[in-house]
């Protein structure tokens, strides 16, 4: 099996192997790029806050996230693969311990645990089989792994969700943004999920558009909300019961 080898993954692609043979996938990752622009001139015009390198690494991974899942949609081949989901869970891992450490303020020790526990989650999700019969359409119409992988990103949602609530519970800014980033990832999901379920439903002048352009869009504004959760309030240092006890700068509270 070859790295050169043609992977043929998604409605609008079908079994054509052509550079262009899926123009909405490719160009709608331009969407990664516009919000790691975005944050990044976000982060540009926080310049009290200090060099912040958590935000910038994000930032820039987002942007590689674009990059990969263009070359991806336009040679769709195995190495192509790799380029699209490597930086996507670099992303993952590098969020979460950004997360527990910086948001939540945890021990380093739970953060390690937390991290770990992600792995495990999102390992034990990969490996999660479907039956492909007539009892679930949307099962039965799926291509390559279960449901098309999105149960491989469950782990994401849930945390996510979990993160959010947390925060949430204690009055931290930056709250809303993430639970607002897991409810848009679900509607991401989703529509990654029923590509090929709705693929005919989905066809425009004699070719299928399915909906995975749309999963493009959806997780770029996921992305770029959790990357404002950590520009805008990464620096603060809630009390216990919430409030906030200033901003750090340089590593020290004014």
């Given at each position: 099996?070859?790295?050169?080898?043609?992977v043929?993954?998604?409605?609008?692609?079908?079994?054509d192997?052509?550079?262009?043979?899926?123009?909405?996938?490719?160009?709608?990752?331009?969407?990664?790029?516009?919000?790691?622009v975005?944050?990044?001139?976000?982060?540009?015009?926080?310049?009290?806050?200090?060099?912040?390198?958590?935000?910038?690494l994000?930032?820039?991974?987002?942007?590689?996230?674009?990059?990969?899942?263009?070359?991806?949609?336009?040679?769709?081949?195995?190495?192509?693969?790799?380029?699209?989901?490597?930086?996507?869970?670099?992303?993952?891992l590098?969020?979460?311990?950004?997360?527990?450490?910086?948001?939540?303020?945890?021990?380093?020790?739970?953060?390690?645990?937390?991290v770990?526990?992600?792995?495990?989650?999102?390992?034990?999700?990969g490996?999660?089989?479907?039956?492909?019969?007539?009892?679930l359409?949307?099962?039965?119409?799926?291509?390559?792994?279960?449901?098309?992988?999105?149960?491989?990103y469950?782990?994401?949602?849930?945390?996510?969700?979990?993160?959010?609530?947390?925060?949430?519970?204690?009055?931290?800014?930056?709250?809303?943004?993430?639970?607002?980033?897991?409810?848009?990832?679900?509607?991401?999901?989703t529509?990654?999920?029923?590509?090929w379920e709705?693929?005919?439903?989905?066809?425009?002048?004699?070719?299928?558009?399915?909906?995975h352009?749309?999963?493009?869009?959806?997780?770029?504004?996921?992305?770029?909300?959790?990357?404002?959760?950590?520009i805008?309030?990464?620096v603060?240092?809630?009390?216990?019961?919430?409030?906030?006890?200033?901003?750090?700068?340089?590593?020290?509270?004014?």
């Amino acid at each position: 099996m070859s790295m050169s080898d043609k992977v043929f993954r998604y409605c609008e692609r079908g079994g054509d192997p052509a550079f262009w043979a899926e123009p909405l996938n490719a160009i709608t990752n331009g969407a990664f790029l516009i919000a790691a622009v975005a944050a990044a001139v976000e982060l540009s015009r926080r310049r009290g806050d200090g060099w912040r390198i958590g935000p910038w690494l994000l930032t820039l991974l987002v942007f590689v996230i674009g990059v990969g899942s263009f070359l991806f949609h336009t040679y769709a081949t195995r190495w192509a693969a790799i380029a699209d989901v490597a930086p996507i869970g670099i992303f993952m891992l590098g969020y979460m311990g950004y997360a527990l450490a910086v948001l939540l303020r945890l021990h380093w020790s739970l953060v390690v645990i937390g991290v770990l526990g992600f792995v495990a989650a999102l390992y034990g999700a990969g490996e999660i089989q479907c039956q492909r019969t007539g009892l679930l359409s949307i099962t039965a119409a799926a291509r390559g792994p279960c449901l098309n992988g999105s149960p491989g990103y469950l782990p994401a949602l849930g945390a996510m969700i979990l993160i959010g609530a947390a925060l949430l519970a204690m009055r931290h800014k930056a709250g809303p943004y993430v639970l607002a980033a897991g409810g848009v990832f679900l509607v991401s999901l989703t529509l990654r999920t029923v590509d090929w379920e709705i693929c005919e439903l989905t066809r425009f002048a004699g070719r299928t558009l399915g909906t995975h352009f749309l999963w493009h869009v959806f997780n770029a504004t996921t992305l770029y909300l959790l990357l404002l959760a950590a520009i805008r309030h990464g620096v603060s240092r809630p009390r216990v019961d919430g409030a906030s006890t200033g901003r750090l700068a340089g590593g020290r509270a004014t």
